[in-house]
């Protein structure tokens, strides 16, 4: 049924019809009539401090709940401060929705005021890039962009809307179902890939599983278990994979990569296959590509056509649906399977397992086990995510999550400042669970204006900066790799905290030792605005392992 | 191996999707030998034919990538030497008519009068390349050239197709 309305108002009824709950943003000029129409809707806006964490919190309420988050900004300078935010989702292929204004169409090319190409410079870093040129088309970008963002290998997607549109009255009809040719989000795997993967699997002497943020996503987790538990061969992840199987479970070993555990690093390595589920092979993950993919067998389950061989040629490629996918491997290797209890790799695999697990490496280290604390208080459900550097590889290493999309990091961008709008976007999807955001200093300097947010709009969060007054991991690689020639790395005096977090009317507390830590962050946890814990921590303490770029897994500074 | 490879891809015929189409080359610091844009037989479609020179693994990296996009339907990638090529070059010049005659005799080409001396000739590229070389002798006003567009052989080897 067509209604004669306004651009902007379809534009919030087709946000009504997809059930958004919350738009994170910062209005202006080509977005005021826009905001005008969401006065008369229930739909709640939460206002940012800076474009870049209103598309992180719309991002962390994705990553928390599974649904799209959405964002908004003005023309302009909105447009490019929610760059960032949204090359973060990109990377990590997180379904967020960016609704930017656009100057009116005849300004559109002419450098306009606040006028700036938004189609063009997010192009590389969407799914997709929607700008209506009149009223009647808002509903189908509108529906279509939730489709894309939601389907296949999830994305962000830009609405780019020019002023005039959102004026323009017209008839206006909301379809209630979009097709967009071109796009086949769904793609069932090949029965032969998966019959060839089982069999590679069978006759393999130490296979290993690899699971990435695609296995989270799609919340294949229990398969994943349950194929673990069959064949008797560990689960390692990603960084993006963590969570995806609860990292207690016995066939756990924790993420590989630059930061990963030594035991799955190793594991990995001397591995002769790898079941990768929802993962890239990214560089970080791998490290030396060529000395990771050597003398075995790689398989890769994947939802996205172009991630095959993309990184390893002579990979099996299996595409498709992730659920699907797993469910067949795990009947055909039930079909053939002889069981495998003790085999030697299972022995391997206990003996690393239970030597290394909770091996800290370094002395004096204070920033793991504070770590280790905030599991220890946390739910299993409750959720954590992270900034960027040293703080972000301990909680890699450290925090063993328990549950799919309790553990939020910006795995592919590393985007420092990322952590604390995220938690406050994952906060607003749970209200009910704890988010603790595990920073450091020099990150939480990037985006602590959103404490302005988490007070004004009543959305407490936990923020733990593991206080070195440096930027720790640019440090770490000039002490290791640069040969002790620090420059730029130091924070020299950082802003008294606890006072900062005051000023904005949260709470904050500078800590002296673990115990004191544990009181204070079951404090936080109950606390009704957000709470900053100020952890002071070496400036000289190093994260291990630690694989140097360039390097192999195998080739782990401890 | 690095040689001539040409992609055949059907795309919405819409504002924006040669950008998109462009920039997964120029973000790997490729420099397109040719384009070739046409309308398909297909109402909103039309075929791009691109020229890059490349190995198989960029090749087939860069096939993927451009079948990712979603305004692109189909996506075809054969060396040059699986397909049947041609060119077509149209020169405006200054200078003898008969000496030009004489010169598109040699190649099959087609003199054209209308108000100016206009050469055109369709062909194998490389035929082109001669021919245009061989135009330098002659008062150049204006060359076009439209870069190549092509058909896959019946019996071309190692083509990859992605979609539909
Ligand atoms: C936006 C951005 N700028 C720069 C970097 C490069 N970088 C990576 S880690 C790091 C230091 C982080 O310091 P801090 O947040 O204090 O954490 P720490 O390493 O000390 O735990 C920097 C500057 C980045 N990842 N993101």
């Not at chain 1, 019959?195 to 599983?209: F, M």
């Not at chain 1, 450290?398 to 999309?405: G, M, V």
């Amino acid at each position: 049924m067509a209604s004669y309305i306004s651009g902007a108002q379809a534009l919030v009824r087709a946000l009504e019809k997809e059930k958004v709950e919350v738009i994170f943003g910062i209005p202006g000029g080509a977005t005021l009539t826009f905001y005008d129409a969401l006065k008369d809707s229930s739909i709640r806006h939460v206002l940012a401090r800076h474009e870049q964490s209103a598309a992180h919190m719309a991002d962390g309420y994705a990553r928390a709940s599974g649904k799209v988050g959405v964002c908004t900004a003005t023309s302009g300078p909105g447009a490019t401060n929610l760059l960032t935010g949204i090359a973060t989702a990109y990377l990590d292929s997180s379904p967020v929705v960016a609704i930017t204004g656009q100057v009116a169409k005849d300004y559109i090319g002419k450098d306009a005021f606040q006028e700036i190409d938004t189609v063009g410079i997010y192009t590389p870093v969407v799914k997709y890039a929607f700008q209506p040129l009149s009223a009647a088309e808002i509903p189908f970008d509108v529906k279509a962009a939730f489709y894309i963002a939601s389907t296949g290998r999830q994305g962000p997607v830009l609405i780019d809307v020019p002023k005039d549109v959102q004026i323009e009255k017209a008839e206006i009809d909301f379809p209630e179902k979009v097709e967009i040719k071109g796009y086949r989000p769904y793609i069932s795997p090949h029965p032969e890939a998966v019959r060839e993967a089982a069999k590679l699997i069978i006759q393999a002497q130490k296979p290993i599983i690899l699971v990435g943020g695609g296995a989270v996503k799609s919340g294949v987790g229990p398969k994943v278990v349950e194929l673990a538990e069959m064949l008797m061969i560990p689960v390692a992840s990603t960084l993006m994979g963590k969570g995806a199987i609860p990292e207690n479970h016995f066939l756990a070993v924790g993420p590989i990569g630059m930061h990963g555990t030594y035991h799955a690093n190793t594991l990995i390595m001397e591995s002769d296959l790898v079941i990768g589920i929802g993962v890239r092979f990214s560089d970080r993950t791998t490290m030396d590509i060529k000395e990771f993919s050597k003398d075995k067998i790689i398989l890769h389950f994947d939802i996205d056509p172009t991630e095959a061989r993309k990184n390893i040629l002579n990979e099996l490629p299996v595409i498709g649906d992730l659920n699907e996918s797993v469910s067949m491997l795990v009947s055909e290797i039930r079909k053939m399977m002889p069981y495998t209890k003790d085999s030697p790799w299972y022995k391997r695999v206990k003996e690393l397992k239970e030597y290394y697990e909770d091996k800290i490496f370094g002395e004096n280290v204070m920033s793991p086990l504070v770590i280790k604390k905030i599991r220890e208080v946390l739910h299993p459900d409750d959720i954590v995510t992270t900034e960027v550097g040293q703080a972000q590889a301990w909680a890699e290493l450290f925090y063993k999550a328990l549950a799919p999309r309790t553990f939020i990091t910006s795995g592919g961008l590393g985007t420092m400042g990322f952590g604390f709008p995220a938690a406050i976007g994952a906060k607003v999807a749970k209200f009910d669970k704890t988010v603790v955001d595990i920073a450091g200093d020099g990150s939480f300097l990037m985006t602590s204006n959103s404490l302005a947010t988490s007070v004004s709009e009543g959305i407490p969060v936990v923020v733990v900066i593991l206080n070195n007054s440096v930027l720790g991991m640019i440090a770490q690689w000039q002490r290791i790799v640069y040969n002790n020639r620090y420059i730029a790395s130091s924070l020299g005096e950082t802003p008294n905290f606890p006072a900062l977090a005051k000023a904005y009317g949260a709470e904050g507390v500078r800590v002296n030792g673990l115990e004191d830590f544990e009181k204070y962050l079951k404090e936080a946890i109950k606390s009704e605005v957000t709470y900053v814990i100020d952890v002071p921590i070496s400036p000289e303490e190093n994260v291990f392992p630690f694989v140097p770029a360039g390097k192999s897994l195998k080739e782990m500074i401890v | 191996m690095k040689k001539e490879r040409v992609f055949f891809i059907t795309v919405a015929d819409k504002p924006g999707v040669l950008f998109k189409i462009t920039n997964i080359f120029r973000r790997r610091n490729f420099n397109i030998e040719s384009v070739t844009v046409g309308k398909t037989l297909v109402k909103g479609e039309s075929q791009i034919v691109i020229v890059i020179n490349a190995d198989d693994e960029e090749a087939d990296s860069f096939a993927r990538m451009v079948k990712k996009l979603i305004d692109v339907y189909e996506v075809i990638e054969a060396p040059k030497e699986s397909c049947y090529a041609q060119e077509l070059l149209l020169a405006k010049l200054d200078g003898e008519h008969e000496e030009l005659e004489k010169l598109a005799k040699k190649y099959g080409a087609e003199v054209v009068e209308n108000g100016s001396l206009i050469i055109k000739y369709a062909g194998e590229p490389s035929n082109v390349e001669m021919l245009a070389e061989e135009l330098t002798r002659f008062k150049i006003i204006h060359i076009s050239r439209t870069g190549i567009t092509a058909v896959v052989k019946e019996d071309g080897k190692d083509i990859l197709r992605f979609g539909r």
